[in-house]
């Protein structure tokens, strides 16, 4: 869970950056979109072998949910700001003589149900992309995907162990996913 928390936060701190330049930047974002189209397109596993050869087993994981939930949490930044209607972003020009203040008082607030429900949408994926990194990699840190890996090769017949760290990880990511849920539906409201 620490590893995806790792992954998750420098993915927040990248789309939050990029987002908000993309969001009142039109050529930035146009720059950015055939980047973002690539990351969520290309496949999850040859990342994550390109990132256990650049940084090794242990922060292979990390780099990969990066890599997974930052195109999902920029998109939801930059929707919520594209989703801001016309009339305030005119009110904004006209009356707000500090685009500073306006982007945190006003703009923010209100791309902030979109970027909710991209922060609730990813999260359990990335929870599932981590584990998933774990288990490619045989991280030597302590997670669900090492457990996995190491039973793997313990005894590659008995697969009891497996299914039950793979238990384990179906309830953790239900209950993110279930909390995930009412996250989008409170914002959605």
Do not use: C, W
């Amino acid at each position: 869970m620490l590893r995806t928390l790792e992954g998750f936060g420098i993915a927040l701190l990248g789309a939050a950056l990029l987002g908000i330049l993309g969001a009142t930047i039109k050529p930035f974002q146009v720059i950015l979109r055939p980047t973002m189209i690539v990351f969520k397109s290309a496949p999850t596993a040859a990342f994550v072998f390109l990132f256990f050869v650049l940084f090794g087993g242990k922060e292979a994981p990390i780099f990969v949910v990066a890599l997974l939930a930052l195109p999902i949490l920029y998109e939801s930044i930059v929707a919520g700001f594209n989703n801001i209607p016309v009339e305030i972003e005119d009110s904004l020009k006209v009356d707000s003589g500090n685009n500073i203040r306006g982007l945190f008082k006003i703009k923010i607030p209100i791309a902030m149900p979109f970027f909710m429900v991209g922060l609730a949408s990813s999260f359990a994926l990335s929870l599932k992309t981590e584990i998933m990194a774990e288990i490619i990699t045989g991280s030597t840190n302590m997670g669900l995907g090492t457990a996995i890996h190491a039973y793997r090769i313990i005894d590659a017949g008995d697969l009891t162990p497996i299914f039950a760290i793979a238990l384990i990880a179906i309830i953790i990511i239900l209950i993110v996913d279930l909390i995930g849920f009412f996250v989008k539906k409170h914002f959605q409201k």
